[in-house]
């Protein structure tokens, strides 16, 4: 699979601690993804543990080497009932994330990490989401970008050549083939799995649009016996 140009996205996450407890070299980092900002089923937006304070700190840090910083965004729950208001209140969401969050905190763009829309009611309203959302963030501001996160088995959902052409990114979670819930061990990215989703999306992403995510952690499972794989 070939790398053509090469972007290195971090992710900080909302339980992370700050810029005081944790530096990572900003210099290596082309973005960082700052969040999380939740869709509630009600159809507000909210963000998750948002200290302002921590958050102009780690801008401040990022800014200086030029990092790029997109603000995450996910439902609060992947339900239908959360996923149909997602889609029914989608103008006021839309308007609230580009005003009040990426203007507001004068940020780079947006990471949507929409899971399980796979349902046929909601691939098409995905894609329109996705425009619409693009459409604002680029009305705003020409230099804001768009990017998704899919994951390890890309959903049938964003397998689309319209959401490949709204998207400045997609960002492949190659990790959790195995985790804390499965029914046995294994490993958390498998190479051999990875590759071949690489290829799927291939199929409606370029390669300078594709970035793959690497995982840094394990899991601890109880195994039932000393046998591999138990």
């Known amino acids: 699979f070939p790398v053509t140009i090469l972007e290195v996205m ?3 996450p909302d ?8 530096t990572p070299d900003w210099n290596n980092l082309t973005h960082m993804s700052y969040g999380t900002i939740l869709l509630y089923p009600d159809g507000t937006v909210n963000w998750w543990n948002m200290d302002e304070s921590d958050y102009y700190d780690f801008y401040n840090e990022s800014r200086a080497p030029g990092t790029k910083i997109f603000l995450t965004v996910q439902p609060l729950e992947h339900t239908t009932e959360n996923y149909d208001a997602i889609f029914a209140n989608q103008n ?13 905190y004068n940020a780079d763009g947006i990471y949507l990490n929409l899971e ?6 909601y691939i098409g309203k995905t894609a329109t989401f996705i425009s619409a959302l693009d ?7 020409a ?20 959401i490949a052409a709204d998207v400045d990114y997609v960002f492949l979670q190659g990790f959790d083939y195995n985790h804390s819930l499965s029914t046995k061990t294994g490993p958390v990215s498998q190479p051999e799995i990875i590759l071949s989703q690489l290829h799927v999306l291939e199929q409606n992403y370029s390669n300078e649009q594709i970035i793959l995510g690497l995982p840094i952690y394990g899991y601890n499972w109880t195994s039932s016996s000393a046998a591999k794989g138990a």
Request: net charge negative.
């Open 143 to 162: 230099s804001n970008q768009l990017g998704i996160a899919v994951r390890g088995y890309p959903e049938v959902a964003f397998l689309n050549d319209s």
């Open 15 to 22: 339980f992370g601690g700050n810029v005081t407890t944790y």
């Open 10 to 12: 971090g992710f900080w």
């Open 92 to 104: 006021t969401i839309i308007t609230d994330l580009v005003t009040n969050s990426v203007e507001y």
């Open 135 to 141: 459409d604002a963030l680029v009305a705003a501001n």
């Open 116 to 121: 399980f829309p796979n349902s046929t009611p």
